[in-house]
């Protein structure tokens, strides 16, 4: 009911009405349900159905009157490309009754066939073909003016269809379509009813007519899944101008409309309007593109919990350990409780406690399916199922531990995941002037944050750059992001034929980041080189300096990320298990302790530092997420998104990131909804627990209730709410500067 509450919630931002009904107010609404054993539901009063085949029919239609063309029975035979300067690019695409049609841009929107397609121009797609059906009962009297039911407990679904129930839903044994068949367009399956009979005691359950009435029909086709339940959109990394538009999982229709405007406006204008990075192809890594194990795994597990409830600190235990940094071992020895990221096995947490069981990542066993053994007291798992709560986690004081331990003593994060970019050559200043928002026309080993916009003036990254030289710049991302930025990075270093080279060294560093007071002292201790090389005088905020640890080279970037002082070690991979032990040995003089991610999101969120596609998107403004400082006005150097921003920036901007404090202790975890008295004007984006100002944190854009301009008095005048997920409208306070530290004395080492 929490998860209920939330959508409805959410909803009400975007227009979309819904009512919380109790069992008896759902069993008037819909007579033949079964309410003994619910605790209510949600009614959308405004969903419904749509009969396929006239909607198809009706878009046909449209096309051709707006010059559109339908080729059927016209398979695709080839795909060509041509390789220039080291990119390759979509120049035509032969049919198979021989024509060729020259074109610069295709999108496959070939479902389960999207792979075979994808192969013509040499790359693979993360989707996978699997057998989905549904079964039409006879006519059931009265059931056409039904509303359309889920019930997300027993994974089933009902949607009428005329005077008919079509029940399907969701099962944990999926059939999988291993070898898909090229001519089997339009073709069914027989129905297996082994898969299917999950289904049948739940929805009599539901509506208990339908054990009386009969099957009219059974449908069962192909369809593609993706490893987590959503479309694949945008353009292929490596390929320029083949987009997929695929990968539906069942909801093809439904998210039709969005997608498709979205695509078209990527397709033409190289961006969408909106955000649209859950469902960028370039969410997940290549490498992943061909990996059939990894796909059928993660595809499997997102089909199967399709209708789970969706918990902010839920992880999957499918594809994992597919992507290992050279700490890996040394975490798990201590007990680390790992996360999945973009393939990466990162530190969430660590487990220090002697009550919490072994949090060693297994291999997937598909719910017990398919003859494979289910692990039982399976630690992992039955810690994140310990995690999935709108409450407090279990995991919430150790995080906590791990917080003081940063702001007290010293405490070591290993952020190995980041992407880290080298860009190179002739032209590599000028092509940091212009992707770049910041001025990077700095002295040499300097680093710059910054965002990078498009022509809208929209961020399409945000990031750290490092100036080792004019034609050599060192770039982090996030680890979450790298493949998205990688390519955003090179499609404007071709576009505007700038002389250098972008080459991704992720794989090759290790990353240490090492924050806290006594973080000096630590790093001081450990050099091979004089002490005084790093003191605060000689090592600045924001710069780079290459040390030895031992004989071990490392780049180190006086950084932060959680508002202490604090160094990046950046390692060779073949040193970081040296640096590693030898960091732990020499720390323990200075109390230093392990700490993951969910330590980092807490400390990041007091100090409002931001994290891309959260807090800043591709359809959020520097000036709208407060980075308008990030943006090089004073100076004559020309970027991208500079005339945009120029004319936010004289125009006033009508909707901005706040950070709110709730005025009570409840958890927040995103997409609650902001209120201005009786007006909902935005949501939380982002919400943690500050666990060094004792209070939760919530960041979300606020929008002015007459279209105004937002000003920060206007914010410090007027009195916001949060409703949280029981409908409750707890007070908040509004904070203009950052809630720890704000003047930044900590990271100066004051």
Not at 448 to 476: H, P, Q, R, W
Not at 531 to 548: G, H, W, Y
Request: aromatic fraction near 12%; charged fraction near 25%.
């Amino acid at each position: 009911m929490h998860e209920y509450q939330r959508l409805s919630n959410l909803g009400t931002y975007f227009g979309i009405h819904s009512t919380m009904l109790t069992p008896s107010e759902t069993k008037q609404l819909y007579p033949l349900i079964n309410e003994t054993d619910m605790f209510g539901s949600l009614y959308s009063t405004t969903d419904g159905t749509i009969d396929p085949s006239n909607w198809v029919a009706a878009l046909v239609k449209g096309a051709k009157m707006n010059g559109g063309k339908v080729f059927v029975n016209t398979s695709v035979s080839a795909i060509n490309t041509i390789t220039e300067n080291g990119v390759k690019r979509v120049t035509s695409v032969v049919t198979t009754n021989g024509h060729e049609i020259k074109t610069s841009k295709v999108i496959n929107c070939g479902g389960v066939w999207a792979s075979e397609i994808s192969a013509l121009v040499g790359t693979g797609l993360p989707l996978c073909a699997m057998k989905h059906a549904y079964v039409l009962t006879e006519k059931i009297k009265g059931i056409s003016t039904m509303p359309n039911v889920r019930d997300h407990d027993a994974s089933v679904y009902f949607k009428v269809q005329g005077e008919s129930m079509q029940i399907g839903g969701y099962e944990k044994n999926p059939a999988f379509w291993d070898k898909v068949l090229h001519d089997f367009a339009f073709s069914l399956f027989e129905l297996d009813w082994n898969c299917f009979s999950t289904h049948i005691d739940g929805a009599v359950n539901r509506l208990p007519i339908i054990g009386s009435v009969g099957i009219q029909s059974t449908i069962c086709g192909p369809e593609s899944f993706t490893p987590d339940h959503k479309a694949l959109l945008g353009e292929v990394p490596g390929v320029r101008g083949f987009y997929v538009g695929c990968g539906f999982n069942s909801n093809g229709i439904m998210l039709a409309g969005g997608c498709g405007r979205e695509l078209a406006k990527w397709v033409i204008n190289d961006i969408p309007d909106l955000d649209m990075f859950s469902f960028d192809i370039k969410r997940f890594h290549p490498m992943f593109y061909n990996d059939k194990q990894w796909i059928k795994e993660t595809s499997h597990e997102s089909y199967a919990k399709n209708y789970a409830i969706a918990f902010s600190c839920d992880e999957p235990m499918s594809g994992r350990n597919r992507r290992l940094d050279p700490f890996h071992q040394q975490l798990v020895d201590r007990k680390c409780v790992f996360q999945s990221r973009h393939g990466w096995e990162r530190p969430g947490w660590f487990a220090t406690k002697a009550y919490v069981k072994d949090p060693i990542v297994m291999p997937y066993d598909y719910y017990g399916q398919y003859g494979v053994d289910e692990h039982w007291n399976y630690g992992y798992k039955l810690i994140i199922w310990g995690e999935n709560t709108f409450q407090w986690t279990h995991s919430h004081v150790l995080v906590a531990e791990e917080v003081n331990s940063c702001r007290d003593f010293v405490a070591v994060f290993d952020q190995s995941y980041f992407g880290k970019f080298y860009l190179e050559g002739p032209d590599t200043l000028k092509a940091m002037d212009w992707i770049c928002t910041n001025n990077v026309r700095k002295p040499d080993n300097t680093t710059i944050y910054t965002t990078m916009c498009n022509a809208n003036g929209k961020v399409m990254c945000d990031l750290t750059v490092t100036k080792l030289s004019d034609e050599c710049f060192y770039i982090t991302a996030g680890g979450g992001t790298a493949t998205h930025d990688f390519d955003w990075i090179s499609k404007q270093i071709e576009k505007n034929n700038f002389n250098c080279k972008l080459t991704d060294y992720t794989e090759n560093y290790g990353m240490l980041s090492v924050q806290g007071p006594n973080s000096l002292k630590l790093l001081q201790d450990m050099i091979d080189e004089d002490k005084d090389i790093v003191s605060l005088d000689n090592f600045p905020f924001s710069t780079c300096k290459d040390i030895t640890i031992d004989g071990h080279k490392v780049k180190c970037i006086r950084l932060t990320f959680v508002g202490e002082m604090g160094y990046e070690l950046h390692i060779p991979k073949e040193s970081c298990a040296y640096v590693y032990d030898k960091l732990m040995q020499k720390g323990h003089a200075y109390h230093l302790a392990n700490g993951g991610y969910r330590a980092i999101d807490s400390m990041s969120c007091e100090k409002g530092y931001k994290h891309w596609h959260e807090d800043l998107r591709m359809d959020d403004t520097p000036f709208e997420a407060g980075l308008g400082w990030n943006c090089k006005f004073n100076t004559d150097i020309d970027f991208l998104g500079k005339e945009a921003l120029k004319d936010q920036k004289l125009n006033g901007i009508k909707r901005k990131l706040v950070c709110f404090t709730l005025d009570e202790h409840v958890p927040l975890h995103c997409r609650e909804t902001i209120w201005l008295e009786d007006k909902c004007v935005g949501y939380i984006r982002r919400g943690d627990f500050g666990h060094t100002i004792g209070k939760v944190i919530g960041w979300g854009y606020v929008e002015h209730p007459n279209g105004e301009k937002i000003t920060n008095k206007w914010l410090q005048e007027v009195k916001f709410t949060i409703q949280t997920y029981n409908k409750q409208k707890i007070p908040a306070t509004v904070h203009i500067k950052p809630v720890f530290d704000p003047n930044g004395d900590r990271i100066k080492g004051i």
